[in-house]
Nanobody
Framework: QVQLVESGGGLVQTGGSLRLSCLASVNIFRSYTMAWYRQPPGKQRELVAS???????YHTDSVKGRFTISRDIAKNTMYLQMNSLRPEDTAVYYCNRLPDWGSGSWGRGTQVTVSS
């Protein structure tokens, strides 16, 4: 079973930046579409961005122009560069396959808090 570990979250002010990392236990980025998801307080988990096995990317409308998904296949790592952060970006951020591998596949996530 693939293990995914998210890191890089923190507390930032509105307009600040963070870079999240997702380290995979095995090299999966050439085989699957991988994605960043987030779960805001009291809300359901939602898709933020994805990258296909061949490198095509998708970003949901609310983060377009501010967030950028990327990956380093040699390092088994996926990133989410987040700029111009807003309070509504506050959430726990997770990485997983798109579609996800199921309820048991989610890691602990990394908390992002944006203060106004």
């Amino acid at each position: 079973q693939v293990q995914l570990v998210e890191s890089g979250g923190g507390l930032v002010q509105t307009g600040g930046s963070l870079r999240l990392s997702c380290l995979a236990s095995v090299n999966i980025f050439r085989s699957y579409t991988m994605a960043w998801y987030r779960q805001p307080p009291g809300k359901q988990r939602e898709l933020v961005a994805s990258v296909t096995a061949v490198g095509y990317t998708y970003h949901t409308d609310s983060v377009k122009g501010r967030f950028t998904i990327s990956r380093d296949i040699a390092k088994n790592t996926m990133y989410l560069q987040m700029n111009s952060l807003r309070p509504e970006d506050t959430a726990v951020y997770y990485c997983n396959r798109l579609p996800d591998w199921g309820s048991g596949s989610w890691g602990r996530g990394t908390q992002v808090t944006v203060s106004s």
